[in-house]
């Protein structure tokens, strides 16, 4: 996850888990990694998007992969632990977390480059990557430059035609910021998800909900979403399709002229 160059950084151990580290900025939890086993994913929506990529193509294929948002490299280290091979490319815009993650803890077998993400997603080309996740903050918000239907078609441009989008939305109820990500994302990619926690979803908590998205209809595998998210210790919700429309309700998309972005 992108955070603030002034926060105070640090990488802490997990007393319950000695092989695990939790970044740290400004004493607030950014990512969680055990180095001994990638497998093992401590934040409920890092499992979330964790099902969606093994869902999205058949076991242990690899995948070319863009992380927007690096940290600690949860992610991209179990996508090297299930998909051997795949070609990863991560994003991180501070420095100073690159600094200390490669200075603290074992590499990854991935390309890191410091840089902003919607920079890079423009820079790159088109049809490169089979999966892009983003999980990009400052301050606990999600910038502007990175929330609207510009940037999403940016996005899609990257992806080939079976290529999946995950996002990261952070949220509070009544769930007014995540109502226009999923009305963003949709005028952008035909087949659109959301996952979450159920209590997130009737609106009786803060946390973390995915967005999933893809150019295809179909594309999705929401049924055996479905299935994996209701059998997490937290469990999950899918809206889909008629409930992901009543969700929505009237949310308009975001652009770059309505979030103010030059």
Do not use: K, W
């Amino acid at each position: 996850m992108d955070s603030e160059a002034d926060d105070r950084l640090e990488l802490v151990v997990d007393p319950a888990r000695r092989t695990a580290r939790t970044l740290l900025a400004g004493g607030v939890a950014q990512s969680y990694v055990d180095v001994a086993d990638p497998r093992h994913l401590h934040f409920e929506y890092v499992r979330r998007m964790a099902a969606l990529v093994d869902l999205a193509a058949p076991a242990g294929l690899p995948r070319d992969v863009l992380h927007l948002g690096g940290g600690a490299l949860t992610l991209p280290r179990y996508v090297a632990a299930t998909r051997p091979g795949s070609a990863q490319r991560v994003i991180e815009r501070d420095a100073a977390v690159v600094r200390l993650v490669s200075e603290e803890l074992p590499p990854a077998p991935v390309v890191v480059e410091v840089a902003d993400a919607r920079d890079a997603v423009t820079a790159s080309a088109a049809d490169g990557y089979d999966l892009v996740l983003a999980d990009i903050y400052r301050a606990a918000r999600m910038p502007g430059h990175v929330a609207g239907v510009e940037f999403v078609a940016e996005v899609a441009r990257t992806l080939r035609p079976d290529g999946i989008y995950l996002v990261n939305v952070t949220d509070l109820p009544p769930l007014v910021f995540t109502r226009v990500q999923v009305a963003t994302v949709r005028a952008v990619f035909a087949d659109v998800c959301l996952v979450a926690d159920r209590r997130m979803l009737r609106g009786r908590r803060y946390g973390n909900l995915v967005l999933a998205a893809a150019h295809r209809p179909g594309r999705l595998p929401v049924r055996r979403l479905a299935a994996r998210v209701a059998a997490d210790p937290v469990p999950g919700g899918v809206l889909h399709g008629p409930d992901l429309d009543a969700f929505v309700g009237g949310a308009r998309p975001a652009t770059d002229a309505s979030l103010g972005v030059a």
